[in-house]
């Protein structure tokens, strides 16, 4: 019998609910998301049931991480069917607050992470990081957990973080998890629903680009400049997939390689239409 969902918009509620939990001993495992919840996310929540005793989520569609001509007025917000499905997983407590909760009148307050936020997302979205370092500490400040969980999907996001809670001496263990995808291929995102068919079988080319430069590594290629330009072409020929960045870096790091001796991760991010997509491989 799944025990039940609570669901707190209060700061001081959600911290009151947490605190009680590890008060009586028990660890917690919090799962911040943007709501709009699918396999992905759920698998956060499986992790974090895993491996703390209590799990917590929030969802917060936060608007200081969107840019101006981005998506926050449409972005997908089905609360009641995301209740369901986190009830559904064992999860206990969803913290859904209030904007004007999370930024009262007047606040000033950023988070500057420093050089992980500089390239990549941070060119393509700038004030980005900013916005996702400072909405996270302060989840972490209403949901005190143990552990946090985040996705590998948002593979730049999980450095910004984990450098956050290094150099703030923040008491959480941030874990990263698996990028979830769909039986082709495709990471899933709560963006994807944005895609048309036609556009979906296009955004197929990011997995499949990725793939390739698996290949083409395993293969015994080693230079950087080869593999990508290999992988701009699958995507050129895909038709309609505009591709912002295809970042060749040092494993766990936003630092580019010339030559590929060691565990590369490969980033891409690309529009397909109007919707913007991330994807990235560790490879090595
Ligand atoms: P979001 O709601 O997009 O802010 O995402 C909330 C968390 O879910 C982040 O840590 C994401 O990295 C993670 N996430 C999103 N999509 C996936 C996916 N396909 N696989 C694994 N984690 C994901």
Same mark, same amino acid.
């Given at each position: /019998?799944?025990?039940?969902?609570?669901?707190?918009?209060?700061?001081?509620? =959600?911290?009151?609910?947490?605190?009680?939990?590890?008060?009586? &001993?028990?660890?917690?495992?919090?799962?911040?998301? /943007?709501?709009?919840?699918?396999?992905?996310?759920?698998?956060?929540? *499986?992790?974090?049931?895993?491996?703390?005793?209590?799990?917590?989520?929030?969802?917060?569609?936060?608007?200081? %991480?969107?840019?101006?001509?981005?998506?926050?007025?449409?972005?997908?917000?089905?609360?009641?069917?995301?209740?369901?499905?986190?009830?559904?997983?064992?999860?206990?407590? @969803?913290?859904?607050?209030?904007?004007?909760? /999370?930024?009262?009148?007047?606040?000033?307050?950023?988070?500057?992470?420093?050089? @992980?936020?500089?390239?990549?997302?941070?060119?393509?979205?700038?004030?980005?990081?900013? &916005?996702?370092?400072?909405?996270?500490?302060?989840?972490?400040?209403?949901?005190?957990?143990?552990?946090?969980?985040?996705?590998?999907? *948002?593979? %730049?996001?999980?450095?910004?973080?984990?450098? =956050?809670?290094? *150099?703030?001496?923040?008491?959480?263990?941030?874990?990263?998890?698996?990028?979830?995808?769909?039986?082709?291929?495709?990471?899933?995102?709560?963006?994807? @629903?944005?895609?048309?068919?036609?556009?979906?079988?296009?955004?197929?080319?990011?997995?499949?680009?990725?793939?390739?430069?698996?290949?083409?590594?395993? &293969?015994?290629?080693?230079?950087?400049?080869?593999?990508?330009?290999? =992988?701009?072409?699958?995507?050129?020929?895909? &038709?309609?997939?505009?591709?912002?960045?295809?970042?060749?870096?040092?494993? %766990?790091?936003?630092?580019?390689?010339?030559?590929?001796?060691?565990?590369?991760?490969?980033?891409?991010?690309?529009?397909?239409?109007?919707?913007?997509?991330?994807?990235?491989?560790?490879?090595?």
């Amino acid at each position: /019998m799944p025990r039940s969902l609570q669901v707190i918009n209060g700061v001081e509620a =959600m911290r009151t609910a947490i605190r009680e939990v590890q008060r009586g &001993g028990e660890t917690v495992g919090f799962v911040p998301t /943007m709501g709009a919840l699918h396999e992905g996310h759920l698998s956060l929540i *499986d992790a974090a049931a895993a491996e703390c005793d209590r799990v917590a989520a929030s969802i917060f569609v936060n608007p200081t %991480q969107f840019g101006p001509n981005e998506d926050f007025t449409k972005y997908p917000r089905p609360l009641e069917r995301d209740l369901d499905l986190l009830r559904e997983r064992g999860c206990e407590f @969803v913290f859904v607050p209030e904007a004007a909760e /999370m930024y009262p009148a007047g606040y000033g307050t950023s988070i500057d992470v420093g050089a @992980v936020a500089v390239p990549w997302e941070g060119v393509a979205r700038p004030g980005h990081f900013s &916005g996702v370092a400072t909405v996270v500490l302060k989840l972490f400040e209403c949901v005190p957990a143990d552990r946090a969980y985040f996705g590998r999907k *948002d593979y %730049q996001q999980t450095l910004v973080v984990k450098r =956050m809670a290094a *150099d703030l001496n923040l008491p959480v263990d941030v874990r990263v998890c698996a990028i979830i995808r769909d039986a082709d291929g495709l990471a899933l995102s709560s963006r994807n @629903v944005y895609l048309s068919p036609d556009e979906r079988r296009r955004a197929l080319s990011l997995s499949q680009s990725l793939r390739l430069a698996e290949e083409i590594i395993s &293969g015994g290629e080693r230079k950087a400049l080869v593999v990508r330009e290999r =992988m701009l072409a699958l995507l050129a020929a895909a &038709g309609g997939v505009n591709v912002e960045y295809v970042a060749i870096v040092r494993d %766990q790091t936003v630092d580019e390689v010339a030559t590929i001796d060691g565990p590369v991760t490969i980033a891409i991010a690309a529009k397909v239409g109007t919707t913007r997509l991330i994807d990235n491989v560790r490879i090595g």
